[in-house]
């Protein structure tokens, strides 16, 4: 049974950083689409960042790019997201994803790209 853990929410000021992470256990095979969502109060759930575990494709949503960095430590099963200046409008429910290991992921930021979901993790940004 695959299961996703995040951890490493908190509060913050804006302009701060947090380090997300995400670990993976039961996923047999090694090279699977990885992503982190978000979702604030009364808004949908929005694909931040993904990542191929076995290839070095990054792609990220417009409103993080050159803020935020996904990586993967494969040795660990571990999914990052360091977010750097972050904002109060990066105030959301932080979640990890993975893909069946058959996706092509022709859209990597959307969520029915994605089975495996973790529980979420908060991310408070105050101003």
């Known amino acids: 049974q695959v299961q996703l853990v995040e951890s490493g929410g908190g509060s913050v000021q804006a302009g701060g950083s947090l380090r997300l992470s995400c670990e993976v256990s039961?996923?047999?095979?090694?090279?699977?689409?990885m992503a982190w969502f978000r979702q604030a109060p009364g808004k949908e759930r929005e694909g931040v960042a993904a990542?191929?575990?076995?290839?070095?494709?990054?792609y990220y949503a417009a409103s993080v790019k050159d803020r935020f960095t996904i990586s993967r430590d494969n040795a660990k099963n571990t999914l990052y997201l360091q977010m750097n200046s972050l904002k109060p409008e990066d105030t959301a429910i932080y979640y990890c994803?993975?893909?069946?290991?058959?996706?092509?992921?022709?859209?990597?930021?959307?969520?029915?790209?994605?089975?495996?979901w973790g529980q979420g993790t908060q991310v408070t940004v105050s101003s």
């Open positions: 990542l191929y575990t076995g290839s070095d494709w990054k």
């Open positions: 994803a993975a893909a069946d290991q058959k996706s092509t992921a022709v859209q990597p930021l959307a969520a029915m790209t994605y089975v495996y």
């Open positions: 039961g996923y047999t095979y090694s090279s699977y689409y």
